[in-house]
Every structure is written in C-alpha cells, then in structure tokens.
C-alpha cells in the first residue's frame, strides 16, 4: 500500500485529506514560506481528529521563515517546541538545521535529537541545499543519529521531481531501507502512483498528494 503523506497547514484540511486516502499527515502552519510550526491549539485538535482515524500526526518545527541556519535563541524555541509537542503524544517532528557552508549542523540537531527520544524523526528538504555530492554523506550521519525519513525533492525546487529520478533513485540505493527517502515538491494525488513506481518507493509527500473534494 502507497502511504500518502499530506502536509498540511493547520487543521482545515486534515478531515478531507484523512477522508480521501492521507495515511500520514505532516502538520505545519505558513506553508507559503515552506512551513513552520503550528500552534499548541492546532495540534491537539489535529491529534485528537488523526489518533480516530488511526493516522499519524508529525509536527513541523521550524521556528521562521527562510534559512535553515539558527542562534542559540532560535535553537532553544525549537528545543521547547519538541518538549512541548511532545506532551502531547505526538508521533513524530519534522526538522532540519544547517551550517552557513550548507552541512548539518551537528551540534544543533544532536541537541534536538535528544529532546525528541522516542518519537520518529524526518529532516526536511533543507536537505536538498546540501551539496549533492555531499548527500550520501549526511544520509550516514542521519542513519546513526537515529532519523527515519528525509525529506527531498531531489534537487533544486525550481526542478520538476520528474528531472529528478535518477539522483532520487541513487539516494534511496544508498540509504539501503536504513532509512527512508521520502520523494516530495510536486507528487500530487494524478502523479503518486507513477512516481512512487519509478522510484520504488511505498511512501510519497505532499500538499496535494490527496484530492481534498467531497
């Protein structure tokens, strides 16, 4: 079975998304600027509506808009964010920190790490603005520190994920089911299927991965 993620900005949309074949829900706020995290408020009514319908719920922390480059005050936001979501019997979070020269940032996410024990962790498409030569690299950071999905369009976001395949298919050979690569930017519900068949992938994101009609 295909798992369709469906990011999705706040609550308004997850009835229809879950209605329509969403089996997992990536939940952020501000998607116009890629996502950010959502209100305490929002995510317990997203929890409360997905926990019925047996879907799980990742939360987006992502303190701003912009860089994936953060201070020490932005990084304790997003360290009380974990802790906070978290309480709230979330299933997992969805991150992503970088040094200015476009690496991880070690020291950073080793620390965020930590505060989400337990729950699943995805880094986000900051992943694509490390070098692709570099990529396989960070997938074997990644795969020690314990992350289970990342999140990539497989190349610049001014690509088609189309143009991408061939770099998709080299990262989820390296990543060797140690991890999951999860293909995302321009999967919707007509193209899911064909995409995720020519990676041979069973898991595919996005924010119109499910048609959200009645």
């Not at 900005?9 to 959502?38: F, H, M, Q, W």
């Not at 317990?44 to 201070?71: C, H, Q, T, W």
């Not at 001014?158 to 080299?170: A, F, G």
Request: glycine share 8%.
């Amino acid at each position: 079975m295909l798992v369709k993620e469906f990011c999705a900005e706040n609550y308004t949309d997850i009835p229809a998304a879950i209605a329509n074949g969403a089996k997992r829900i990536e939940l952020c706020d501000n998607l116009s600027v890629g996502g950010t995290t959502p209100s305490t408020g929002v995510i317990e009514e997203s929890l409360a509506y997905a926990s019925e319908k047996e879907v799980p719920v990742m939360v987006m922390i992502r303190p701003r808009a912009g860089d994936f480059i953060y201070n020490d005050i932005e990084l304790r936001m997003m360290e009380t964010d974990v802790i906070e979501a978290k309480k709230m019997d979330i299933d997992g979070i969805v991150l992503g920190c970088l040094t200015p020269a476009n690496w991880l940032d070690e020291e950073a996410l080793e620390r965020l790490i930590e505060a989400a024990a337990g729950l699943q962790i995805t880094f986000h498409m900051a992943f694509d603005q490390i070098p692709a030569e570099r990529q396989y690299e960070a997938i074997d950071w990644l795969v020690e520190h314990g992350v289970n999905r990342i999140l990539t369009h497989g190349g610049s976001s001014y690509t088609s994920i189309t143009e991408n395949i061939e770099h998709l298919v080299d990262l989820i050979n390296y990543a060797s089911n140690r991890l999951t690569i999860l293909p995302g930017g321009g999967v919707t519900a007509e193209n899911a299927e064909e995409i995720a068949s020519k990676l041979g992938v069973n898991e595919v994101h996005g924010t119109n991965i499910v048609s959200l009609e009645n």
